[in-house]
């Protein structure tokens, strides 16, 4: 696929969910947005961006040569680790490391006191799919055995003679010295061209064995995956679009090319949810909202994320299902409960919601076609929330069949219970599942919620959010336009970005400038080339440097910041107080003075500027609001169905405050406001929920 801009004028985002494709398409003439979605095609994914692609053009009233990019947000990397059957990866490693997967970390879940109940799980690679190499390194890189490429050369011809194709290589201590691995690769390519191989040494240069063992056999083992995916994408675009530049979505919070990513597919592992927390970081600097909590609630579940100061939570600890995965990601936690969640009866008599999903085929019981189990969208039909058809009428809605549902799962319950007393149940358990992610993604870092504002977006989060805020006390819940999607429009609003680290640890007495500095001065040339490849011109690339560090004796350490520029005789310094003052923040504690530090990884992330769309102003209007109430109808709250005022939300202008209950429709969402609160419109459409016993001026 191309790399170099085009000169079309139209930017097309696109985010693939469990159930829907969401596109989002900005002119940069003439700053219009357009959204749609399109139903997602789970058994080639391809298909459904391509009809999406071909949607947005003729909304735009363009055609492929006035396509400028095309950024994608993918969750082909999760699903093939969460869903694929793990079977065929194989190993190679260093003699007498064989059993490093077995090994692991000295750590169970939940301490030691689960230690008699907690089954280690299964190895990603079996045994007998580990292979032993003859070779050894230091810690410094320097060769203290050289490598038997005999050897290398008996594994390669076992690991083809079993018909294992994706391959990680692991070599001790290959962070520091490349050379192994990369001479293994090159084995590989004459003894089995066929091998799909990850080296550690490309994929996470950095010490801690069984961690870089990981990342590497789950980057081998999605790469396949990957390719397969962006081959079928460049098949289905055909010729008017298969030369346009298509950039994919990192997990770090920035777009690279295609090519690339073929090459370190890992990076991709929470494309999409990574896109959306970038977009609600874009729409809380614009509602004047520094820490936000964004929910995320799709067809299959919430991807819940903390922004401090504006900014993501980053994290390099963190995991796809049970595998550590440790490269530069948003830290976004995940809960398993969106529209498509199916309520079931547990065997202990209790009702259930998710994690189980009716997904986008058959869908909840309400779709055409849809499923035999009622679901949150089936139990918000039932209650009146919702309209007779979803995504401007695309998919009627049959409430009759959701109450059907729901009255067979109160039957089993055994209790007399009304339709709509169930499935306000299924809502409110809904809810606190919800509720309950945040919590521990706040409360457990003694974060309070109630200092946050909640950010509500995906096709099923504004019908709840507005509860979800009440329930933990929080300052509001702000809705943005098109709020299904927003992580769509997060694909256009992020820079390019490349990662790059070196493990050098190295005690503070040992550090020096002039080594420091050519350290950084080559992961820079890295990044600038990286960057590059992909057209971005020198001008317009930016470089941040960080570096992990901790106190001598510590396992763990603390990213931080490093100075930039050239560095002279207080650059140390400045990063051993950027430690201090990170760690005091972090733990509550420092030890300035008292205990010595060290610098164990440097860090630098290349960033290459892209144009950000922009969200328009409102016109100012003295329009009345009630202009835009397209109907009254029952909606069921509290136990009993009150009449209320449903509007169209385009026909909203800036300004406009409406007392709760209310329910607000749009393309591709529903707002329902919870009474006992209201709703404000602010200049640039979004919505901002409160509870109408909070002032303003404490809000504020």
């Given at each position: 696929?191309?790399?170099?801009?085009?000169?079309?004028?139209?930017?097309?985002?696109?985010?693939?969910?469990?159930?829907?494709?969401?596109i989002?398409?900005?002119?940069?003439?003439?700053?219009?947005?357009?959204?749609?979605?399109?139903?997602?095609?789970?058994?080639?994914?391809?298909?459904?961006?391509?009809?999406?692609?071909?949607?947005?053009?003729?909304?735009?009233?363009?055609?492929?040569?006035?396509?400028?990019?095309?950024c994608?947000?993918?969750?082909?990397?999760t699903?093939?680790?969460?869903q694929g059957?793990?079977?065929?990866?194989?190993?190679?490693?260093?003699?007498?490391?064989?059993?490093?997967?077995?090994?692991?970390?000295?750590?169970?879940?939940?301490?030691?006191?689960?230690?008699?109940?907690?089954?280690?799980?299964?190895?990603?690679?079996?045994?007998?799919?580990?292979?032993?190499?003859?070779?050894?390194?230091?810690?410094?890189?320097?060769?203290?055995k050289?490598?038997?490429?005999?050897?290398?050369?008996?594994?390669?011809r076992?690991?083809?003679?079993?018909?294992?194709?994706?391959?990680?290589?692991?070599?001790?201590?290959?962070?520091?010295?490349?050379?192994?691995?990369?001479?293994?690769?090159?084995?590989?390519?004459?003894e089995y061209?066929?091998?799909v191989?990850?080296?550690s040494?490309?994929?996470?240069?950095?010490?801690?064995?069984?961690?870089r063992?990981?990342?590497?056999?789950?980057?081998?083992?999605?790469?396949?995956?990957?390719?397969?995916?962006?081959?079928?994408?460049?098949?289905?675009?055909?010729?008017?679009?298969?030369?346009k530049?298509?950039?994919?979505?990192?997990?770090s919070?920035?777009?690279?090319?295609?090519?690339?990513?073929?090459?370190?597919?890992?990076?991709?592992?929470?494309?999409?949810?990574?896109?959306?927390?970038?977009?609600a970081?874009?729409?809380?600097?614009?509602?004047?909202f520094?820490?936000?909590?964004?929910?995320?609630?799709?067809?299959?579940?919430?991807?819940?994320?903390?922004?401090?100061?504006?900014?993501?939570?980053?994290?390099?600890?963190?995991?796809?299902?049970?595998?550590?995965?440790?490269?530069?990601?948003?830290?976004?936690?995940?809960v398993?409960t969106?529209?498509?969640?199916?309520?079931w009866?547990?065997?202990?008599?209790?009702?259930?919601?998710?994690?189980?999903s009716a997904?986008?085929?058959?869908?909840?019981m309400?779709?055409?076609?849809?499923?035999?189990?009622?679901?949150i969208?089936?139990?918000n039909?039932?209650?009146?929330?919702?309209?007779?058809?979803?995504?401007?009428?695309g998919?009627?809605?049959?409430?009759?069949?959701?109450?059907?549902?729901?009255?067979?799962?109160?039957?089993?319950?055994?209790?007399?219970?009304?339709?709509?007393?169930?499935?306000?149940?299924?809502?409110?358990?809904?809810?606190?599942?919800?509720?309950?992610?945040?919590?521990?993604?706040?409360?457990?870092?003694?974060?309070?919620?109630?200092?946050?504002?909640?950010?509500?977006?995906?096709?099923?989060?504004?019908?709840?959010?507005?509860?979800?805020?009440?329930?933990?006390?929080?300052?509001?819940c702000?809705?943005?336009?098109?709020?299904?999607?927003?992580?769509?429009f997060?694909?256009?609003?992020?820079?390019?970005r490349?990662?790059?680290?070196?493990?050098?640890?190295?005690?503070?007495d040992?550090?020096e400038?002039?080594?420091?500095?050519?350290?950084?001065?080559?992961?820079?040339?890295?990044?600038?080339?990286?960057?590059?490849?992909?057209?971005?011109?020198?001008?317009h690339?930016?470089?941040?440097?960080?570096?992990?560090?901790?106190?001598?004796?510590?396992?763990?350490?603390?990213?931080?910041?490093?100075?930039t520029?050239?560095?002279g005789?207080d650059?140390?310094?400045?990063l051993?107080?950027?430690?201090?003052?990170?760690?005091?923040?972090?733990?509550?504690?420092?030890?300035?003075g008292?205990?010595?530090?060290?610098?164990?990884?440097?860090?630098?992330?290349?960033?290459?500027?892209?144009?950000?769309?922009?969200?328009?102003?409102?016109?100012?209007?003295?329009a009345?609001?009630?202009?835009?109430?397209?109907?009254?109808?029952?909606?069921?709250?509290?136990?009993?169905?009150?009449?209320?005022a449903?509007?169209?939300?385009?026909?909203?202008?800036?300004?406009?405050?409406i007392?709760?209950?209310?329910?607000?429709?749009?393309?591709?969402?529903?707002?329902?406001?919870f009474?006992?609160?209201?709703?404000?419109?602010?200049?640039?459409?979004?919505?901002?929920?409160?509870?109408?016993e909070?002032?303003?001026?404490?809000?504020?």
């Amino acid at each position: 696929m191309a790399q170099q801009q085009s000169a079309g004028h139209v930017r097309v985002g696109i985010d693939t969910g469990g159930t829907f494709t969401d596109i989002v398409s900005v002119d940069t003439d003439s700053g219009a947005i357009n959204v749609t979605k399109v139903a997602s095609t789970p058994d080639n994914p391809a298909i459904g961006l391509v009809r999406g692609i071909r949607e947005i053009l003729e909304l735009d009233a363009a055609d492929d040569k006035d396509i400028s990019v095309i950024c994608h947000g993918t969750t082909v990397a999760t699903n093939a680790l969460l869903q694929g059957q793990i079977d065929d990866l194989g190993l190679v490693v260093t003699g007498g490391f064989r059993h490093i997967l077995e090994i692991a970390r000295q750590s169970v879940p939940d301490g030691y006191g689960n230690s008699y109940f907690w089954v280690k799980p299964e190895r990603i690679v079996p045994l007998h799919r580990v292979h032993e190499v003859d070779e050894r390194l230091n810690f410094k890189g320097e060769v203290l055995k050289p490598l038997d490429e005999d050897s290398v050369r008996s594994a390669a011809r076992d690991l083809k003679q079993q018909g294992i194709t994706a391959i990680g290589v692991c070599l001790l201590h290959a962070y520091a010295n490349a050379e192994h691995e990369q001479r293994v690769r090159n084995i590989f390519a004459d003894e089995y061209p066929e091998a799909v191989l990850s080296l550690s040494s490309d994929v996470l240069p950095e010490y801690r064995e069984y961690e870089r063992a990981i990342t590497t056999l789950v980057d081998a083992f999605v790469k396949p995956y990957m390719s397969r995916y962006l081959g079928n994408v460049h098949d289905e675009l055909g010729p008017g679009l298969r030369d346009k530049p298509f950039l994919v979505m990192q997990s770090s919070g920035g777009v690279i090319s295609a090519d690339q990513v073929v090459r370190k597919p890992i990076t991709t592992a929470l494309s999409g949810p990574a896109a959306g927390a970038l977009g609600a970081a874009v729409i809380a600097e614009i509602a004047g909202f520094d820490n936000v909590v964004t929910l995320d609630a799709g067809g299959t579940s919430t991807d819940i994320c903390l922004i401090e100061d504006g900014e993501p939570n980053i994290t390099n600890a963190a995991s796809v299902g049970p595998f550590p995965v440790r490269l530069p990601m948003i830290d976004i936690r995940t809960v398993g409960t969106g529209g498509g969640s199916i309520a079931w009866i547990s065997r202990e008599g209790d009702l259930k919601v998710g994690p189980i999903s009716a997904g986008a085929v058959p869908g909840p019981m309400c779709y055409p076609d849809g499923g035999d189990q009622p679901t949150i969208t089936d139990a918000n039909l039932v209650l009146g929330r919702l309209p007779a058809a979803l995504i401007g009428g695309g998919i009627g809605l049959d409430v009759e069949h959701a109450r059907t549902g729901i009255a067979k799962l109160a039957d089993e319950l055994g209790d007399p219970i009304s339709v709509e007393a169930l499935a306000e149940g299924i809502i409110e358990i809904a809810n606190w599942n919800q509720a309950n992610m945040i919590r521990q993604m706040t409360i457990q870092r003694g974060i309070d919620p109630r200092e946050f504002v909640l950010l509500s977006f995906g096709g099923s989060g504004p019908a709840q959010s507005p509860a979800v805020m009440e329930l933990l006390g929080m300052h509001a819940c702000i809705v943005p336009p098109n709020p299904g999607n927003l992580s769509a429009f997060g694909l256009l609003a992020v820079d390019w970005r490349t990662d790059h680290i070196v493990t050098r640890v190295s005690h503070e007495d040992e550090l020096e400038v002039g080594e420091v500095a050519a350290i950084y001065q080559r992961l820079e040339a890295e990044a600038a080339d990286t960057l590059t490849r992909d057209g971005i011109d020198l001008a317009h690339q930016s470089f941040v440097r960080q570096a992990d560090i901790r106190y001598v004796g510590q396992s763990m350490e603390v990213r931080v910041n490093a100075p930039t520029g050239a560095l002279g005789p207080d650059s140390l310094a400045e990063l051993s107080e950027a430690f201090h003052a990170a760690h005091e923040r972090t733990f509550g504690y420092a030890y300035r003075g008292e205990q010595k530090i060290e610098v164990v990884n440097f860090c630098l992330s290349g960033f290459g500027a892209t144009e950000r769309p922009e969200l328009p102003t409102l016109p100012a209007s003295d329009a009345d609001p009630e202009a835009a109430r397209t109907q009254t109808r029952p909606v069921f709250f509290a136990g009993a169905f009150r009449d209320t005022a449903v509007y169209d939300r385009t026909g909203l202008p800036a300004g406009t405050c409406i007392e709760g209950p209310a329910v607000i429709e749009e393309f591709g969402s529903t707002t329902v406001v919870f009474p006992g609160q209201n709703v404000t419109v602010d200049p640039h459409g979004i919505l901002v929920v409160r509870q109408t016993e909070i002032q303003v001026e404490r809000i504020a």
